[in-house]
């Protein structure tokens, strides 16, 4: 069975749905053919800046976070990766810039589609950056209002500092957009403002045919040796693997609200959140981090590993998956509570004794006893933090009995008005 892994956006074909973003590996048009070459369907081009400081960057200018940290390095490469950088934008001018995306263009052909990314903080240059993107070859445009740098320095306007100044004049960019925009653009929202899905009603009320949820964090580091901010000195943006859970979540909440595509970014690590994206209503999923630890190949296994899954579950297209997990998220009130019978039951076989489960049981329901671990049922909550620490695999959680065998604290029966609520997720 053939699987189909392409999808339109607003009208642009992609033969799959990886991106790479707007970031360090699509600066130049040789950047972005590589990774076309190695199977990426698209390139956004990292963006286009008008402050000329955010043109320039600090040598080095890399630090990647707990990369190196867990000893499996480079076998394994931890999901914990954040790369903290100083490299705002594009080194390039706006004539430049727009001479690449074209050089992009022709080279890749109609084997990658090319999208323009520009960022300014009044309106006047958007408007110009919007008739220079007109007048290049690009599929596509991203407007830029998340970088989590500071937007526009020196305003003292709301945001500022965490680099979402620019999501409160995004609504009056993506009016303009619509009306002088010639090819489908694409806002990238702010994950720091909150409420991404609000914004994401907004932008589609303005106009916007598409969106892109999300972008970095800004964060603080401190070296403690000299008492100052490292690495550079400043807050900086952090984004990567480890977030993958927040961009999903703005990316389920925002799916049912706005009928146009979203573009997936942020967390992008392994073939398996492409379908999680998907599933939680994605059209494409972008990605940096990734690729910036591991290269543009990274993608074929991502493209082979998602067909597979495809043929293994029986999904003819990505369109088939897109969404399914949506009507399954129940808000916390909703989450079923207080189930008796349930506790920690060790395998004494694979247990070492190590003693790790008994430090971390909150309950002091677990003693070491001739080398094994021996769970208390009188004190065993059945909470599970035994079976996620032990090393061993030792500990599974089963239910024994239909009501609890001892009262336990937060049984049902002392929180007799518990109920089942349906909420906003
Ligand atoms: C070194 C670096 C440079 C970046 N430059 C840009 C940029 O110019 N424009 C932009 O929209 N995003 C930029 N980003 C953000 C990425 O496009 C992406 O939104 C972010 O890294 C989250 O995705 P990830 O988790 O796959 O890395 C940059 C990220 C990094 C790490
Ligand atoms: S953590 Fe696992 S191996 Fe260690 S004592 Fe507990 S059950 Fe045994
Ligand atoms: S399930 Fe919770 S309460 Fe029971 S032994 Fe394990 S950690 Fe302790």
């Known amino acids: ?100 995306l074209d050089e992009a263009k022709r080279l890749v052909g109609n084997e990658g589609v090319i999208i323009g990314s520009i960022t300014a903080a009044d309106i006047e240059t958007w408007e110009r950056y919007i008739e220079l993107i007109n007048g290049s070859r690009a599929d596509m445009v991203e407007l830029n209002f998340s970088c989590p740098y500071a937007g526009e320095p020196g305003t003292g306007k709301k945001g500022e500092r965490l680099g979402w100044t620019l999501m409160y004049m995004a609504e009056e960019v993506i009016r303009l957009a619509k009306k002088r925009c010639s090819i489908p653009f694409s806002p990238k929202i ?52 480890y977030l993958v859970g927040y961009s999903l979540k703005w990316i389920a909440k925002a799916a049912p609200k706005v009928n146009v595509p979203i573009m997936a970014c942020m967390g992008m690590f392994d073939w398996t959140d492409a379908i999680k994206y998907v599933m939680v209503g994605a059209s494409t999923i972008q990605s940096c981090s990734a690729v910036m630890v591991q290269g543009y190949e990274v993608v074929k296994p991502w493209i082979a590993m998602v067909s597979r899954f495809m043929q293994e579950h029986g999904y003819n297209s990505m369109k088939e998956m897109r969404g399914l997990a949506l009507p399954h998220i129940i808000p916390p009130t909703m989450v079923e509570r207080g189930n008796e019978g349930v506790y920690a039951v060790v395998d004494s076989a694979k247990c070492t004794g190590c003693g790790i489960c008994r430090r971390c049981c909150f309950y002091f329901a677990i003693e070491i006893k001739q080398a094994k671990a021996a769970v208390d049922l009188r004190r065993c909550d059945g909470c599970g933090l035994c079976r996620e620490v032990c090393p061993e695999d030792a500990v599974s959680i089963k239910k024994l009995a239909d009501r609890d065998l001892y009262t336990r604290p937060d049984s049902k029966p002392y929180h007799r008005h518990y109920q089942l609520k349906a909420g906003p997720i």
């Open 1 to 100: 069975m053939t699987v189909e892994l392409s999808c339109d956006v607003c009208g642009v074909h992609f033969r799959n749905p990886f991106i790479l973003s707007s970031a360090t590996p699509t600066k130049t048009a040789q950047n972005i053919a590589r990774g076309i070459e190695a199977g990426w369907a698209g390139a956004v081009m990292k963006t286009l800046v008008p402050l000329e400081y955010a043109r320039i960057y600090p040598r080095p200018r890399f630090k990647i976070y707990w990369l190196k940290d867990q000893g499996a390095y480079p076998e394994i490469i931890p999901r914990s990766l954040s790369i903290t950088d100083i490299e705002e934008g594009s080194h390039l001018t706006p004539e430049d810039y727009v001479r690449e």
């Open 190 to 241: 702010s994950s720091q403002t909150g409420e991404v899905d609000e914004w994401a009603i907004k932008f589609v009320a303005a106009g916007s045919p598409c969106l892109t949820l999300s972008h970095r964090i800004s964060v603080l580091d401190i070296d403690i040796e000299t008492a100052r901010p490292t690495p550079f000195g400043c807050i900086v943006g952090f984004g990567g693997p």
